[in-house]
């Protein structure tokens, strides 16, 4: 028997606006949404938040090409070296 059932909704306020696309990718669109069972407005505001309002990336950043020569455990060991 079935005694209580709570349903609990987010509310978010959001305003409506207009993009104009090309044909090919709005079809495109369509078709991703449909593969992924989301909304059109909602991979628009996905692509949004990911590309244009993405946090900047902090600190330095680097790229390692080659084997390592110590594992991280050891990394202080550099320091040991004359």
């Not at 991703?32 to 990336?57: F, M, N, T, W």
Request: proline fraction near 6%; charge should be positive.
């Amino acid at each position: 028997m079935l005694t209580c059932v709570t349903i609990a909704l987010k509310v978010t306020h959001m305003e409506k606006t207009q993009v104009y696309l090309p044909k090919e990718e709005l079809d495109a669109l369509r078709k991703a949404a449909a593969r992924s069972g989301r909304s059109v407005a909602d991979l628009i505001r996905e692509a949004i938040r990911k590309v244009v309002l993405k946090p900047q990336a902090g600190g330095p950043v680097a790229i390692w090409d080659g084997e390592p020569k110590r594992p991280s455990h050891d990394h202080d060991s550099i320091y040991d070296e004359t």
